[in-house]
Nanobody, 118 residues
Framework: QVQLVESGGGLVQAGESLTLSCTAS????????MAWYRQAPGKQRELVAV???????NYADSVKGRFTISRDNAKNTVYLQMNSLLPEDTAVYYC????????????WGQGTQVTVSS
């Protein structure tokens, strides 16, 4: 059984930094892409950043220049370095992994709360 474990969320003040991590364990197969999404109260879940197997990345416009996504393939771990945090970054952050084991599968983490105070 595949499990995604997230960590690193918390309460910070505007302008500070946080690093989220998400580690996949179990028979996950070949990981194609790893991504971070977030969902603020009353809003839809949105893509924050994605990193694909070749290393190419994409970011939401709202976080470009402030957030950096990276991955450690040996550890099946994805990171999200968040700098210059803003109150509007407050949300539950979810890790998503797309992997192929016989067929394409999608896994989600349980979410970690990030709260940025002004």
């Amino acid at each position: 059984q595949v499990q995604l474990v997230e960590s690193g969320g918390g309460l910070v003040q505007a302008g500070e930094s946080l690093t989220l991590s998400c580690t996949a364990s179990g028979r996950i197969g070949s990981i194609n892409a790893m991504a971070w999404y977030r969902q603020a109260p009353g809003k839809q879940r949105e893509l924050v950043a994605v990193i694909r197997s070749g290393g190419d990345t994409n970011y939401a416009d709202s976080v470009k220049g402030r957030f950096t996504i990276s991955r450690d393939n040996a550890k099946n771990t994805v990171y999200l370095q968040m700098n210059s945090l803003l109150p509007e970054d407050t949300a539950v952050y979810y890790c998503k992994v797309e992997a192929t084991r016989i067929y394409l599968r999608v896994y989600w983490g349980q979410g970690t709360q990030v709260t940025v105070s002004s």
